[in-house]
């Protein structure tokens, strides 16, 4: 950042202004409406500028600059386009410790001014340091295209009742919800349509109900398999208005940017290294905060109840009497398959599609290995990596071919997705060649020789592994 961007408060300070034309005279608007006091010195004056600084109470002093002249100043701009005008001006400011504005001249520029999007007491500052002014200026007007007129009117009722509710609303936390139940409903929408008796209505409503006690809010919301941009637009909601994170390993860091910058984010994962929280301390962690008044957003990797252990975080808070929500997401099975380009479903290939969990011994021990061998079918295989000679040995033992194809996605819709494809029979030299590590999704059928492209990554030692007749059915 070149430039520290600030807001003055100029009201009744004197500022110098150089210059007598229309550019001086844009400043010196610009400068009238913070509340300044405006010294303006040129050997002559616009018609304009003159009628203007009359109306203003601005002194005018019909001379060249002299050095002396930025003394007592708190701000210099200088309008000139004279150079060494410009210079002189920029020089004798900095030597008095005053900044200085050279208008459309960078160099002798120790502020610049942004454009600006003006809904008073709103007033949104774009700049490019200089480097873009047009770039800044386009901005600007997207911005004033977003930003209604009547927002003035939100701002200024805000103002008016703040210091009541920082009266009746002690705690920040409560201070924010009321303002964000503010902003995001009906009083927003009357004081912007510029119906201000409804507005002040609305506001004394939200206030008597935000002084009672609130009680905290829950959801279990599924962050999909990596790329943020799988989020459903809910997940993002109460990512966004959560005061806490609870949040697995697997959530990746792009998700979690878009959390509201002041939520506490607390991973409840296991790192490596570190001793993972069980699942009832997270429970307890889930309740405790809840019953305390917090909006947590536990947020879990693909679907909070898909392999998630969702389900046992309801029934925690169910049996502690407190409400949730479960906001769906996309799981690694549907993730991985669409970015892999790998129909789960083929009208000709397989009708149906298991998820399956093959995590520790015992569920792998008790699947039930002869319908999950059968054909036409797709296997979309959880938390498996650890597993995959149990896996390979059972479905071939139990009927299902070894030349079924089979897709290894590793890291699926991250940019570091690999997709590894082979056969069943060659599930585990691939996964060893290629030193397959967590998190990983193993689809097995034959729509997992779907979709091979040419940029999939089949290095060397895999090629040997893959079948000829497997590469044919692209
Ligand atoms: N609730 C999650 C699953 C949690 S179990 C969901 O609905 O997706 C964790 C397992 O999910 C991992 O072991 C892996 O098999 C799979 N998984 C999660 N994210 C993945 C990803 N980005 N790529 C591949 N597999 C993933």
């Not at 709103?122 to 209604?148: D, F, T, Y």
């Not at 969702?310 to 997401?329: H, M």
Request: proline fraction near 5%; aromatic fraction near 6%; charged fraction near 20%.
């Amino acid at each position: 950042m070149d430039y520290f961007p600030a807001f003055l408060s100029l009201r009744g300070r004197s500022c110098l202004v150089v210059g007598g034309g229309d550019i001086a005279l844009r400043k010196v608007r610009l400068l009238t409406s913070a509340g300044a006091k405006i010294t303006i010195v040129a050997p002559e004056f616009s018609h304009a500028l003159t009628g203007f600084s009359g109306e203003n109470g601005h002194q005018l002093v019909a001379r060249p600059f002299r050095p002396s002249d930025v003394l007592g100043h708190w701000l210099a701009v200088s309008a000139t386009g004279i150079p060494s005008v410009e210079r002189s001006v920029y020089e004798n400011a900095t030597d008095a410790g005053i900044f200085c504005n050279g208008v459309d001249d960078i160099e002798n520029c120790s502020f610049i001014t942004p454009a600006i999007v003006d809904r008073s007491p709103i007033v949104v500052a774009i700049s490019s340091g200089g480097a873009a002014p047009v770039l800044a200026r386009k901005i600007r007007e997207q911005i004033e295209r977003m930003l209604p007129v009547g927002l003035s009117r939100l701002a200024v009722l805000a103002r008016k009742w703040r210091a009541r509710v920082s009266e009746r609303l002690s705690d920040l936390l409560s201070r924010r919800r009321f303002w964000e139940s503010v902003f995001d409903g009906p009083a927003a929408s009357q004081a912007i349509a510029g119906d201000s008796r409804a507005a002040e209505a609305t506001m004394a409503l939200l206030l008597d109900e935000a002084s009672l006690p609130q009680a905290g809010e829950a959801w279990l919301v599924g962050a999909g398999p990596g790329d943020p941009g799988l989020l459903t637009l809910r997940a993002l909601q109460t990512m966004q208005s959560a005061d806490v994170i609870l949040h697995d390993r697997l959530v990746s860091k792009e998700v979690l940017s878009l959390a509201r910058r002041d939520a506490d984010l607390v991973s409840v994962g296991k790192l490596p290294g570190c001793r993972a929280n069980t699942q009832d301390e997270i429970n307890a962690l889930l309740v405790s905060l809840v019953a305390s008044g917090k909006r947590v957003c536990r947020l879990k990797g693909g679907d909070p109840f898909i392999f998630g252990r969702g389900g046992e975080e309801a029934e925690a808070l169910r049996n502690a009497g407190l409400s949730y929500q479960v906001v769906p997401g996309i799981t690694a099975a549907a993730g991985c398959a669409a970015y892999s380009d790998i129909p789960l479903t083929h009208r000709d290939l397989s009708q149906s599609v298991a998820f399956v969990t093959a995590h520790g011994k015992n569920s792998v021990d008790t699947l039930d290995w002869a319908a999950l061998a059968r054909d036409k079918q797709t296997l979309a295989f959880y938390m498996a990596v650890q597993r995959f000679p149990e896996l390979m040995n059972n479905l071939i033992n139990y009927g299902r071919s070894a030349d079924t194809p089979i897709a290894i996605i590793e890291k699926g819709t991250t940019p570091e997705q690999r997709v590894i494809r082979g056969t069943l029979g060659q599930l585990t030299l691939l996964a060893d060649a290629h030193r397959v590590a967590a998190p990983a999704m193993l689809i097995i059928g034959e729509v997992a020789a779907l979709g091979i492209r040419e940029q999939d990554p089949m290095p060397q030692s895999a090629q040997n592994y893959a079948k000829p007749e497997l590469r044919m059915v692209q």
